[in-house]
């Protein structure tokens, strides 16, 4: 039997990919091996969650079971690949080889953590990128059998959105960061400080500007030396501070890769022949955008060209809806700092348009009630990766 296709990952990239090539191609051996449950779920709804009161077995739509009964696929759960051998085609998985005919790198991104947590509070720091992750810290919550004070360190879209969410669902939430306002790589800071505002009306004590300079025990809570000086206490912690791509596996077997992912063409092909690459890991033509619809657009083209169709991928104008509803935010970040950002409205509803040099529209970002102008905007923004 030939080798299989074979996924490295079950994350949204993953197993989109899989359902794309099986809708092209119903008959191709292919396995997919995953480090974690396997379940196929959406990531973005991890951070739905708690409003709802959903378990986090309610966030996975299909069980691996059931991706492999459908997919028609070979699925490895908690299965994690050692290393690559280029020369002879084969993942090492402890002592087993299992050669693969294509290979696809979708191991996303892990939290990058930037201060050491110390062994006595390890139980009760948290950072949620998957679905394993969200029923640990679930669980633990739901645990204390009361409502829980919740730090939250960093306030970028996963920080910002646990923190909508776990206060909606009745938790204390302190939101600590080093930047002055919330979705500081989203938002002009006029815009990101109506976010906060929303936030504190709402009950939530926001730290901002100030950086975490220790974490220690403190009795049964977590303790948080803050660099201004100021400390807090809390239950439990999440720490929300950024993601780096998980390159390890492709960097040790020699594939080109630099900080901001594994580097691949507009086709997903890395820098060798045959190995492919999207979602949260991939830096395609120079770009990693770790959302969505990027992983989308590039699980549909990677699985033309798996098919005999090469396709180079191009990502649209894509406005990441930020999932805070006490202020609702929409924002397209400008691919380079623009020239000037024209900010209207009041009262915490606003439009901010970022314009080049020469007065285009390069991005823009909405607050409140202007996030209507949504579909408007994006019409006449630029792609991305055009
Ligand atoms: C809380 C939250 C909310 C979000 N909300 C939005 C949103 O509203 N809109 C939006 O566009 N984006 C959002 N994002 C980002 C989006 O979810 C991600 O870009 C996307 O899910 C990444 O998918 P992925 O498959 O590339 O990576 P991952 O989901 O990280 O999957 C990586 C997979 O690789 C596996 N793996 C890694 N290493 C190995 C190994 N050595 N061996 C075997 N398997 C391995 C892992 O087990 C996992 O299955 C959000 C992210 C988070 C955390």
Same mark, same amino acid.
């Given at each position: 039997?030939?080798?299989?296709?074979?996924?490295?990952?079950?994350?949204?990239?993953?197993?989109?990919?899989?359902?794309?090539?099986?809708?092209?191609?119903?008959?191709?051996?292919?396995?997919?091996?995953?480090?974690?449950?396997?379940?196929?779920?959406?990531?973005?709804?991890?951070?739905?969650?708690?409003?709802?009161?959903?378990?986090?077995?309610?966030?996975?739509?299909?069980?691996?079971?059931?991706?492999?009964?459908?997919?028609?696929?070979?699925?490895?759960?908690?299965?994690?690949?050692?290393?690559?051998?280029?020369?002879?085609?084969?993942?090492?998985?402890?002592?087993?080889?299992?050669?693969?005919?294509?290979?696809?790198?979708?191991?996303?991104?892990?939290?990058?953590?930037?201060?050491?947590?110390?062994?006595?509070?390890?139980?009760?720091?948290?950072?949620?990128?998957?679905?394993?992750?969200?029923?640990?810290?679930?669980?633990?919550?739901?645990?204390?059998?009361?409502?829980?004070?919740?730090?939250?360190?960093?306030?970028?879209?996963?920080?910002?959105?646990?923190?909508?969410?776990?206060?909606?669902?009745?938790?204390?939430?302190?939101? &600590?960061?080093?930047? #002055?306002? $919330?979705?500081?790589?989203?938002? *002009?800071?006029?815009?990101?400080? /109506? =976010?906060?505002? %929303?936030?504190?009306?709402?009950?939530?004590?926001?730290?901002?500007?100030?950086?975490?300079?220790?974490?220690?025990?403190?009795?049964?809570?977590?303790?948080?030396?803050?660099?201004?000086?100021?400390?807090?206490?809390?239950?439990?912690?999440?720490?929300?501070?950024?993601?780096?791509?998980?390159?390890?596996?492709?960097?040790?077997?020699?594939?080109?890769?630099?900080?901001?992912?594994?580097?691949?063409?507009?086709?997903?092909?890395?820098?060798?022949?045959?190995?492919?690459?999207?979602?949260?890991?991939?830096?395609?033509?120079?770009?990693?955008?770790?959302?969505?619809?990027?992983?989308?657009?590039?699980?549909?083209?990677?699985?033309?060209?798996?098919?005999?169709?090469?396709?180079? &991928?191009?990502?649209? #104008?894509? $406005?990441?809806?930020?999932?805070? *509803?006490?202020?609702?935010?929409? /924002? =397209?970040?400008? %691919?380079?700092?623009?020239?000037?950002?024209?900010?209207?409205?009041?009262?915490?509803?606003?439009?901010?348009?970022?314009?080049?040099?020469?007065?285009?529209?390069?991005?823009?970002?909405?607050?409140?009630?202007?996030?209507?102008?949504?579909?408007?905007?994006?019409?006449?923004?630029?792609?991305?990766?055009?």
């Amino acid at each position: 039997m030939s080798a299989p296709l074979t996924i490295i990952g079950s994350g949204m990239a993953g197993i989109g990919l899989l359902r794309q090539l099986r809708a092209l191609d119903a008959q191709r051996p292919v396995t997919l091996i995953t480090a974690d449950s396997g379940d196929d779920y959406a990531k973005p709804l991890l951070s739905t969650g708690f409003a709802k009161r959903l378990p986090p077995d309610r966030l996975a739509a299909r069980s691996p079971l059931r991706v492999a009964e459908q997919l028609g696929a070979v699925v490895r759960t908690h299965t994690r690949v050692e290393a690559i051998d280029l020369a002879t085609r084969t993942l090492q998985i402890g002592a087993e080889r299992l050669p693969w005919s294509e290979l696809v790198l979708a191991t996303g991104a892990a939290p990058a953590v930037p201060f050491p947590v110390p062994e006595a509070v390890g139980g009760r720091v948290f950072s949620i990128n998957d679905l394993d992750d969200y029923r640990a810290f679930h669980g633990t919550l739901e645990a204390l059998g009361r409502p829980g004070r919740v730090a939250i360190i960093g306030a970028g879209l996963v920080g910002c959105e646990f923190a909508n969410d776990l206060l909606a669902g009745g938790h204390e939430v302190s939101l &600590v960061a080093p930047e #002055p306002a $919330p979705l500081p790589r989203l938002l *002009p800071e006029p815009l990101g400080r /109506a =976010l906060g505002e %929303a936030f504190e009306e709402a009950g939530m004590l926001l730290s901002l500007g100030v950086g975490v300079r220790a974490l220690e025990a403190a009795g049964a809570d977590v303790g948080l030396a803050l660099d201004d000086g100021s400390y807090l206490e809390a239950d439990l912690v999440l720490v929300a501070t950024g993601l780096r791509p998980r390159t390890a596996l492709a960097e040790a077997a020699g594939l080109a890769v630099s900080a901001a992912g594994i580097h691949t063409d507009r086709h997903l092909t890395t820098s060798v022949p045959g190995v492919h690459a999207l979602g949260d890991v991939a830096c395609v033509d120079g770009m990693n955008a770790m959302y969505v619809q990027p992983l989308q657009a590039s699980a549909k083209a990677l699985a033309l060209t798996l098919t005999g169709t090469p396709t180079p &991928v191009s990502y649209g #104008p894509w $406005p990441v809806v930020v999932k805070t *509803p006490l202020r609702p935010v929409v /924002a =397209l970040p400008p %691919a380079s700092p623009p020239a000037r950002w024209r900010i209207e409205g009041e009262a915490g509803n606003f439009t901010a348009l970022a314009e080049s040099e020469d007065g285009r529209l390069i991005g823009f970002a909405l607050t409140g009630a202007c996030v209507r102008r949504k579909v408007e905007l994006a019409r006449v923004a630029p792609p991305l990766l055009g």
